[in-house]
């Protein structure tokens, strides 16, 4: 179900372009002109081909990467009036990231994960602990907090991305193929998971997928094509 379009949307982009300049000075255009609107409580899919540039989308939408022109707000925000630590600061609290490789810290627990964005932000140890035990307990991880990535199973290292990428209680959540280094059944488990979070925790969500049955579980499906987003139609 979408929000009221008068809500502050969680991530909206306005005209953005993307030009990457090559060594011999020659440019690429990547991103041509995407606007994207994006309610808390909305999920989003974003579909195309390899290349197309589904992924510097969405570092750009995660302030993660500048746009060469256009602009970027998150919850309200315009992601260009600040930089710096602010930045850090404002990406910490406005965005979780879940990708394909879920980049734990090997060497922490997965209580330890989790805790980091909230350390980040200035909770104090305690808050910041007990947080991530709620948060591990909501992915069914409760009896894995004192677990290393490495004695975690792939499905079970993704859930502790997603719940550290929730740690900070963020209004929007930006997954790159998180389900695409999985098998069928753990990937159907993380699917449930990602949707029940965005109704539970009415989160803004941008999915970019190359699994149709995810994709399907959007409000909208948006096909990135020759730099531009275009609405797929439901079937």
Do not use: W, Y
């Not at 980091?116 to 808050?127: K, N, S, V």
């Not at 993704?158 to 929730?166: G, H, K, N, S, T």
């Amino acid at each position: 179900m979408r929000p009221s379009s008068g809500t502050v949307p969680a991530v909206e982009a306005r005209a953005i372009h993307k030009v990457f300049v090559g060594g011999d000075g020659s440019e690429l255009t990547v991103l041509g002109g995407v606007d994207l609107r994006v309610e808390s409580g909305e999920a989003v899919a974003i579909v195309g081909s390899s290349g197309a540039g589904k992924s510097t989308l969405l570092h750009l939408l995660g302030a993660l990467a500048r746009p060469t022109s256009g602009g970027v707000f998150l919850a309200g925000l315009d992601v260009s009036e600040v930089d710096g630590d602010a930045l850090a600061r404002m990406r910490n609290g406005c965005v979780g990231f879940v990708f394909q490789f879920h980049h734990l810290l090997r060497e922490f627990t997965a209580l330890e994960n989790v805790m980091m964005p909230c350390l980040i932000a200035g909770r104090q140890r305690g808050a910041a602990k007990e947080r991530a035990r709620e948060l591990l307990t909501v992915v069914g991880l409760e009896e894995r907090l004192s677990h290393r990535p490495s004695q975690l199973s792939g499905g079970e290292q993704q859930r502790v991305a997603v719940a550290r990428a929730l740690a900070a209680e963020p209004p929007l959540l930006l997954a790159d193929e998180p389900s695409g280094n999985l098998d069928t059944q753990t990937s159907e488990d993380l699917h449930d998971l990602l949707f029940n979070l965005r109704e539970s925790q009415d989160l803004g969500m941008v999915l970019v997928t190359h699994n149709q049955e995810l994709a399907r579980r959007a409000d909208r499906i948006l096909e990135l094509r020759d730099g531009r987003l275009h609405e797929v139609a439901r079937a």
